[in-house]
């Protein structure tokens, strides 16, 4: 009977592990996956419950796109419901806008981590001896937190966006409806600017995206990446 060789035995115990170690982080990553979905649902309970709280139901469905446009391509809108329930939340409550924010995302004094998909790797060999442990166990913990050299300036109105934003304006609030249904965005009503601390407006811009004119589609830009001189 043959015997397999040194390397044979050596390549398939390194296949072995190799198999072993990729079927323990796709378990990990479903079970993360698992644990957010349920966070996110425990979130929202705790959002329409708030909300309720102060008198205020939970936003109905919106459409994407005006029932209006009848010919021509989509106008997209955004989902006013939302905006509207949120700004009234937060006027009737009081509550700040971190804290609202907060409640968004689902977060807990248990399970404080604004990003759910971030972990603690102790499970690491290299965590141990790793320079920035500390910090990145905060930012998991916590977020960022910045630590401001000078205070910006507050505002009370909202200063005027690029004119290529203008021109872009519907693939703007396309995007930015994508963020509102995916809770990434926070659309508010203006006059609550001035009642908010910690917000800074910077006007919007916009720039080409897939070579295609600015009045179908455009790529989203803030202020401080937008070339001078463009208004």
Known sequence: MLRPSR??????????FLHTSSLAQRYGIDA?????RLRKAAGARALRAALADYGISAPAPCPTTCSSAAAGP???QLDQNKQAAYSEYLRRSGTSL??????????RPSYPGPNKALQVPTNVPAWKSYRFAAQWAAIVRHGVMPEWEEIPPSQQTPPPNHGSA????NALVKNI?????????????VDLLERLDGVF????????????????????IHDLSFPLGDR
């Not at 390397?7 to 072995?16: F, N, P």
């Not at 993360?32 to 957010?36: A, E, T």
């Not at 407006?201 to 989203?220: I, N, Q």
Request: glycine share 4%.
């Open 7 to 16: 390397l044979e035995q050596s390549t398939d115990d390194a296949t072995d």
């Open 32 to 36: 993360r996956l698992s644990q957010i």
């Open 201 to 220: 407006c910077s006007p919007f811009g916009a720039v080409p995206k897939d070579d295609k004119p600015l009045t179908e589609d455009a790529r989203v």
């Open 98 to 107: 971190a804290d609202f924010v907060r409640l968004l995302r689902g977060e």
């Open 177 to 189: 409806r994508k963020g509102q249904d995916e809770d990434r965005y926070l659309v508010l009503d």
């Open 74 to 76: 989509p106008r997209y």
């Open 166 to 169: 203008r021109r872009a304006l």
